[in-house]
């Protein structure tokens, strides 16, 4: 199992000081209003960007030390849109998720073809093997990409809202699947009645800085949507989970003060 930890990382004016910890197993939400750093930091993680200050170590080892391959062997990616102008079928979509693990000339043998079949039928796409993946649908695109992921046999997750565009059904399954997982896992959401179900804790971005941190309960307050989001809310536990809802008061937003929290 899988610890990730981020120390004082900064990217310029966009990321700032951010601490993070994702223990083994757990998955970790990153919240915050539009613009706050999430993907920044996100991308800091996987490698697109690198950091100008602080540190992201994975078991310890520092990310930026690690080539891409080596990188990408440790970490699986759901970006937030996937490519859609390559005519590959689902099969060979996934099947690239085993690049990290070969090299360049190598082609795919029984075991990677193995792992390929594994992964798709783990998400439940294992009949759409031979589609075209511009074909399909945006929960189906999700699913091949979160086994994409899992064919690189990742220690880390890093999701970058993967609910987007998606209906509410294929909101849950996508969530559903990657909480059932067993990996570490560390995703940006913007629905925060969805953070507060599927996620273990909340790093509440801001500006570019973590302004909180902790469980969906001890993070999402009225308090504090009403400085990081001005907006007013009423936060209760929901009468079956527990888990904390987030109900929003009708009315127009309100001025957000220079520095939230």
């Known amino acids: 199992m899988t610890e990730l930890r981020l120390q004082r990382l900064s990217y310029g004016t966009r990321l700032r000081d951010a601490d993070l910890t994702a223990r ?11 613009g706050s750093g999430k993907t920044t930091l996100l991308r800091c993680v996987y490698g697109t960007l690198t950091p ?15 080539g891409p391959k080596a990188r990408a062997r440790r970490i699986g990616v759901v970006p937030q849109e996937g490519a859609t102008e390559f005519e590959l079928t689902v099969r060979e979509l996934v099947a690239l998720g085993r690049s990290p693990h070969k090299r360049f000339w190598e082609g795919d043998d029984a075991s990677d073809l193995a792992r390929t079949e594994a992964a798709l039928a783990r998400v439940g796409i294992a009949e759409l093997a031979d589609r075209p993946y511009p074909t399909l649908s945006g929960g189906e695109r999700q699913r091949a ?27 849950l399954e996508v969530l ?9 896992n560390l995703l940006a959401l913007h629905d925060l009645n969805l953070a507060a179900a599927y996620c273990d804790r909340l790093v509440v971005l801001e500006r570019g800085r973590v302004v909180a941190e902790g469980t969906p309960a001890d993070v999402l307050t009225s308090a504090l949507l009403r400085a990081v989001y001005g907006v007013e809310a009423e936060v209760i536990p929901h009468p079956r989970t527990g888990t904390p809802t987030v ?8 001025e957000r003060e220079p520095s939230a929290m």
């Open 52 to 66: 100008t200050a602080g540190r992201a170590l994975l078991d310890g080892d520092d990310l930026t030390a690690l």
């Open 145 to 171: 990409l979160v086994a994409r992921a899992l064919v690189q046999e990742p220690a880390l997750l890093v999701l970058d809202e993967p609910t987007n565009h998606l209906d509410i059904r294929y909101q």
């Open 247 to 254: 109900f929003y008061l009708p009315g127009p937003p309100l």
């Open 176 to 184: 559903c699947l990657v909480s059932e997982l067993g990996t570490t």
């Open 24 to 34: 083994p197993g757990e998955t970790v939400g990153l919240v915050g209003p539009n």
